[in-house]
């Protein structure tokens, strides 16, 4: 069983986790109550039996995640007048448990024509970033994550159950059509904190765009992110030093049931 952390160790996890993003939202102006809701850590068993149910494995990122904290959710409001203040950035990694295989019917997506059928030479689809789309096998497994305004869902895509790579997607549910997102986990993940949690900051990457009152506090936080030729749209995965991605530590989760003090301790030492 995971080792209780004190206050001040827990702190440092989430300050490192988040990559000190509630510090950030501090400074900006008319952004107020961030608050972080923290959840105990699975313990091994747990994940296993969540792996055994749906018969995949989880990436190494993602276990280590879950093994340090059962998803979390990060919130801040916007002040828009004196009197007006609204709920509005908004972080969610959902309990492992609610990561579930997604029911609804994608036939309608692309589809790989099985056996002897399918042509080598067909262009192989993709989304407006020019990232191939995935195509959608009987092995293909895919798991919601999160459910974005009932415009999309954000899915985890495993090609077959013998991998544990998978990828992350925006399924669009008025066409059923697939954009890419990340690679991992972890990109994901970094690709939340970069946004700064802006309420659905997934829809950037989407073919209709963000609604116009998200819009408006892209423009007034961070327009940047609105920038067509911004390095985030180009997908690099593995950008080059100058390029302006924070790096999150996978050191940082919490893998081990001993030593978790110690652990603490190089965590803050490493992000100063």
Known sequence: MNKKLTGTQE???YESLTLGLMKTLSYVPRVCHVTLDRRQPLNPCQLVNWEQRHCVYLPEDMKKFYLSTDGFVLHWSYQYAPTDVRRVGYIHF???LQVTLLR???ENTPVASGGNGATAT???PKDKWDNPTPIITAKTKIFEINNINEMAKVCMLYDSTSSNNPKFYLLELSTLSWQFLAETFSEYLRMAIAHLGLPYWELCFSSFGLPSWTEQLFLLLAPHLLEKQELRRGRIIYPACE?????LDPNIFRSKPKGLAKSS???VKSHK
Do not use: G, K, Q, V
């Open 243 to 247: 390029h302006p991605y924070n790096i």
């Open 265 to 267: 301790t190089s965590i």
């Open 11 to 13: 702190d440092a996890f």
């Open 104 to 106: 609804e019917n994608i």
């Open 122 to 124: 067909a262009p192989m």
């Open 94 to 96: 959902p309990h492992l």
